[in-house]
């Protein structure tokens, strides 16, 4: 076992909250750049992560994050030492997608952080980071022998009296279903690199891998099963190489993005086992009652260090693979034709962050036929918000199109799919997929999917709570607005995303 602890709550800065943080005096959702710092801090001390995630990704961070929270809450970090205790953990911009002058400053904050400490006599804060959109091996080590220079020279150059550790730990984050599915490739190519560097091979890796944008671009069905092959595969090769592995799911509330929400801990549990980090989310976290958001995350700690990892044969395996390239076929077909009548809900969507255009695997934004898709959050509350969940997009027609051993396969291995349709079921709304019908005949298809679904699951179309029955009479009020009231459109989208306990 390695020595150091391994966090198992991550929390990030996605923007998928509907309603304000419990921290904040003002009651705004929006949370600016500012408060992020203090954002980081109620995390560790009020719901008691073990991990934060800043993002340089796409965004303008503060690079004076430790200086700050160091400064600030002197007492609570001597106690609960960075680094030692709680993790800050950068996501570096990916210099392939994005300009690189982020990158720089980036780094030049683990260094200056790092003598800042010692001066305080507390451990090294900063000492790994997440490298986004990852391809290839050569890409995870560039990362290192940049640190590993940008080091060097600041120790030669600057302050020879307080010499830097020259060496980072990355974890890669995978996005899409390909680069999940050849995780171990990839990595055991970077093993190979790293020790013909380094000289040495790492103890462990940790490896992130996204649930958000391989939905957005490939649909559910192909996320999900993206998903669990990784997570089994990396712990297949963890035995091979007899190194230890500890991947992190990046989910959101809502099933689309992964379904990780306060009242879903045993599903994600019993579909994810050997995930070792979940990342919760701002919907997560500020969409909820605080005391629930908190038992919900102790109640992670406890099960998912010691949940047994996904096992899938290798037949199994292959099966999978083909399920995921079948469905994404659906799903892509028809949103080529969905996404120019829903361009005035995307265009409505409210910010949550300080952020520049996102950057996923899909460059500054995904083209599709020459129309923009926007980042996953706002692409699936959108959804939602005209009673339509992205989740059924392809994948009524795909499990149709299924021969006996290949459905047999995957209801195997996704055991909570009957429960998930029935919940997501009670956000459809029949009467505003007509209006959507008359808009694209794209939308038919998608008709035909729930359809399909209900009759396989023997679910009703209709909500069952008082907050889903205003959900449904919202979605209708948000389809049959025509163009020009945006600003309608997006207190609509709000109300709609506080109902149902996260934006997008």
Known sequence: MTTRKIPTI????????????????????????????????????????DEYMWDWEGKHADAAVIDRLFSSEYDYFKEHQIGRDKFLTFRFPNIWEEKGYNLMQAMTAFLSSEDFAHDLGFTRPLFEAILPMAQRADQILKMQLLFEKLANFKTAEFTRSDKNTPYIEMIPLFEDFDTQLHAPEILKEYLTLHEEHFGFRPKYLRVFLAGSDSALTAGFMSSITGNKLAIARLHEFAEQENIEIYPISGTGS??????????????YVKEFPGVRTATVQSAFRYDFPLEEVQSAIAKLKAELPVAKPLKISIEDQNVLAEVAEISAKYYSNTLDNLVP???????????????????????????????????????????????????????????????????????????????????????????????????SPAWAEVEEDILILQDIFGFELQPLTREEKQHAEIAL????????????????????????????
């Open 10 to 49: 991550m929390g990030t800065q996605h923007p998928d909250n509907a309603n304000a943080p419990f921290w904040d005096s003002s009651q705004q959702p929006f949370i600016s750049a500012y408060r992020e710092t203090s954002e980081a801090f109620e995390n560790f001390s009020e719901l008691n992560v």
């Open 254 to 267: 809502a099933i689309f993005r992964g379904g990780l929400s306060p009242r879903r801990i045993d599903r």
């Open 341 to 439: 009548s829903m361009q005035p809900i995307f265009k409505a969507f409210p910010k949550r962050r300080d952020r520049r255009q996102h950057v996923g695997v899909l460059g500054y934004s995904r083209s599709v036929d020459g129309i923009e898709l926007p980042r996953a959050i706002n692409f699936t509350g959108a959804f939602y918000s005209v009673g339509v969940p992205p989740e059924f997009i392809g994948f009524g027609r795909a499990l149709k199109q299924l021969n006996a051993d290949h459905l047999g396969v995957f209801v195997r291995h996704y055991p909570s799919m009957k429960q998930d349709f029935r919940e997501l079921a009670r956000y459809v709304n029949m009467d505003a997929l007509q209006i959507l019908k008359t808009q």
């Open 477 to 504: 009020q948000v389809v049959q607005i025509k163009d020009g009231a945006p600003i309608a459109v997006t207190a609509l989208i709000n109300r709609m995303a506080q109902l149902r306990h996260f934006l997008g």
